[in-house]
């Protein structure tokens, strides 16, 4: 575990380093390491899977309603847009995109408080139904 704390600490400074220059990057205090809060998929899987922070669980293909979540999906799907909010919409519910692109920080939200960070509270599904219409 010490092995992988230290490579944790190594790849935050990195992703820090890294996005030093970027305007978006907004560094926060994730348990006890500093993380960039709009950090892409790569950098958050780096750390979430398993290794170092718990496995995070979603779809990268052949995603259904029995499968976890997806992520690296358009948004909307094409085709489908008429059983999905418009994109303004999820902005001001706090729902953000990586382009057109679902990602973990479209759900999750470092600057919200633990266990899991949402982007909105989900109590009577709301984080679900910023995005998908009944």
């Known amino acids: 575990m010490v092995a992988n704390r230290a490579a944790f600490v190594v790849l935050s400074m990195v992703v820090l380093l890294m996005g030093a220059g970027d305007a978006g990057a907004e560094p926060v205090d994730h348990y006890g390491f500093m993380v960039d809060r709009r950090a892409s998929y790569d950098e958050c899987v780096a750390c979430h899977d398993g290794s170092v922070a718990k496995a995070a669980v979603y779809c990268l293909q052949d995603c259904s309603f029995r499968t976890p979540h997806s992520i690296l999906r358009r948004y909307p799907p094409p085709g489908r847009e008429a059983a999905y909010r418009p994109v303004e919409s999820l902005r001001e519910a706090g729902i953000?995109?990586?382009?057109?692109?679902?990602?973990?920080?479209?759900?999750?939200?470092?600057?919200n408080p633990p266990p899991y960070h949402l982007a909105v509270d989900n109590s009577a599904s709301r984080l679900c139904l910023a995005c998908h219409i009944q």
């Not at 953000?96 to 600057?111: D, K, R, Y």
């Open 96 to 111: 953000e995109l990586a382009g057109e692109m679902v990602v973990c920080i479209s759900c999750h939200n470092l600057g």
